[in-house]
Structure formats: C-alpha cells, structure tokens
C-alpha cells in the first residue's frame, strides 16, 4: 500500500504523530512552517530538520500523491485541472479569480452517487472517498502553481462544491478544513470557506455541532418535495420537511447565514409559482438565509434540461426580493474550459475509453 500525504495530517495529529515516534516538541513547528508557509516539494528541503526526523517522515508519509494531467486557462483568467490520484482516478480542481479574492473550488470524492439528474458530476458512480491529505494536495498544488508565477498571489477562498458530496466524507472534510483554516500554516479564513451539501440532514446536526465557523450552503434547487424528488433523488431520504427541521437546528446551534443554491432550470422550476413556494419555505428564517439563482450549465448527457431564459431568472429573482428574500445571480466562471464540474474529467475518461 502506498505511503498516506502527510497534508492528511491536522496540526494534533501531527504534533501526536511526532511525539509517539519520539521526537521533540519544537519540531512540529519545524515541520508545518516548511509544509505550509515555505511549501517545500520534498522532505529533504527541511534544512534545519535533523536528519532523523527526515528519515522518520519520508520512511512514513509521501508530500504529493497528485499529479497534474491537464491544466485549462480561460479567458476570465479561471483554471481549471485535472488531477490523477496515486490509484489512477481523476478528480478537477479549479481557480476562480473574484474582485474579492483567489478561490479554489475541491473536489472530496472521486466520483458521486447522490444522483442529482441534471449534474455532470454524477454521471460517474462514486469510486470512493477522497483522504483529506488529497483534499488539502488539492489547495496546496494550485498555491505552488501560484507561487511559481513569482506574482505573490494566494489562495483566499475555498469552496468545498467540486466532485462529489462533502458531508458523505465527513471526517476526511472536517480535517481538510482545520488544516487550510490553521493559521500557523495556510491560515484561510474560516469564513472565506463555504462547504456545500445536497442536504444530508444528519449531517447538518453535526456539522453545527463541530462550532466550526465555515459558511454552509445547501443545493436546494425545489421548493416542494415534488419536484425535488424529480431532479434529486437524495430528497427521497431527505425530504425537505427533515432538512428544514436540521436547518432549523443549525440555525439556533450557530447563528450563521446559510446559503440556498437553486439552479435554474428552463420550464421546470423557474416559474412564479416554485418563487413564491421558495420564498415561504424560507421566510420565518430569511434574515439567515441568501438564495443563489445559478444559470444552468447545460450538458451532452442531460439534454433534457436547458438554461433558464434570462427573463425567467430576472422575474424569479425579483418575486423572492418582493418577498423579502435576500438573493442574487451567480453567472458562471470558465465558460469556455468546460465550466460544468465534472465535464473534464468526463471527456477524459471517454476519449481514453474510445482510445
């Protein structure tokens, strides 16, 4: 079996690690300052580690299980990569530039089973899960990639919205999160962080429970159990009744704004009327809550769906503000390096298939 990336490792369980394996103290230090601040390719590069600990830590762990297949660069300055795994999987990764900041939206699954009809990313059954060190790989290669450009730019924001469903890898998720929010190291603000769920209500309670102050946001996409059962299946074991009564939980645990996404779909749930239904399912709690309209991203393989036509968006988003529902439209970065999550990744694997 392959050696574990020692980016798996939070800041305790590194200081754990070192101190069962007989070494002192100071050298956690020593280490997380090279694995994240001066972000070092290998081991050896630690010069004021001593030859032990080096020895110890390459005898135990590897500092890069990725590697980097294709590398897109659009014109708004997004790029996106394909990542191959140690085991040969291919997961994407992708930098979004803002006004605000660099973000990076990851991927914590190689493949995804929660079977959303019109995701790209679902179109591959979940493989497995992602460890957290291939989830951190994931920040720390595209901060590498930055640095190289000698431009001193850094990773701001991270979005956890790539492949697959975070709250499905739960502790791997929760230990990427204190690794890059550790600010001895990437120091990534808690609240620059936003982690999405297509809504596993059980996993909401915990992750209230954690006090961790990352953003959450949840794949609405309905507003009745209908129609959500229609595009997602996940609502047959969630349905909206149980993930509201968990959003109720996490908002009276944590005070925190959530985020509803709702992807716009033409003549299937852009009406007045899933507005309307939206705007009540969300009213008693709307001073917590921030509706994201998102334009659908259309794909080969669900040609049953089509982008909402901009008036339709801008009526739906103009009905839930009369509604005193707080909301906005997010327009899509990368358009022209197949925006969609999962399409590259998708392409890839056929082209080797037909190949």
């Not at 590069?45 to 030859?51: G, I, L, R, S, T």
């Not at 109720?248 to 899933?274: A, P, Q, S």
Request: with cysteine; proline share 1%.
């Amino acid at each position: 079996m392959s050696k574990p990336s020692i980016y798996g490792l939070t800041y305790e369980q590194l200081t754990d690690w070192l101190i069962e394996h007989g070494q002192q103290r100071f050298r956690v230090d020593q280490v997380w300052n090279w694995l994240y601040k001066k972000r070092v390719n290998h081991f050896s590069d630690m010069n004021n580690v001593n030859k032990e600990t080096i020895a110890l830590l390459e005898d135990h762990f590897i500092l890069g299980t990725l590697e980097e297949e294709i590398k897109q660069e659009s014109k708004d300055g997004t790029i996106k990569y394909l990542f191959r795994l140690a085991d040969g999987n291919l997961i994407e990764t992708v930098l979004m530039r803002f006004n605000y900041g660099l973000s990076v939206c990851v991927t914590t699954q190689v493949g995804c089973n929660i079977g959303c009809t019109f995701c790209a990313s679902g179109l591959l059954k979940k493989n497995r899960d992602l460890s957290s060190g291939e989830i951190v790989e994931q920040i720390m290669n595209v901060q590498k990639h930055l640095d190289s450009r000698g431009e001193d730019e850094r990773v701001s924001h991270i979005v956890v919205m790539g492949i697959g469903e975070p709250f499905d890898n739960f502790t791997n998720l929760m230990d990427f999160l204190y690794v890059v929010n550790d600010d001895r190291g990437l120091n990534i603000g808690a609240r620059h962080i936003t982690v999405s769920t297509s809504g596993l209500a059980h996993k909401i309670y915990e992750f209230a429970d954690t006090g961790i102050q990352v953003n959450l946001a949840i794949s609405i996409h309905a507003p009745n159990n209908e129609l959500r059962t229609q595009i997602m299946k996940i609502n047959k074991a969630f349905p909206i009744e149980k993930l509201m009564k968990a959003v109720d939980y996490y908002l009276e645990k944590t005070n925190r704004r959530i985020t509803y996404e709702y992807i716009m779909l033409r003549d299937v749930n852009d009406h007045k009327e899933e507005a309307l239904q939206l705007a009540k399912l969300l009213y008693d709690h709307r001073h917590l809550a921030y509706v994201n309209l998102i334009p659908y991203n259309s794909v080969d393989e669900h040609n049953q769906y089509q982008r909402s036509e901009s008036t339709s968006i801008q009526a739906f988003f103009e009905t839930l503000k009369e509604q005193g529902i707080n909301c906005g439209v997010r327009w899509e970065n990368g358009a022209d390096i197949d925006a969609a999550c999962g399409q590259l990744r998708s392409k890839q694997i056929k082209k080797k298939n037909v190949g």
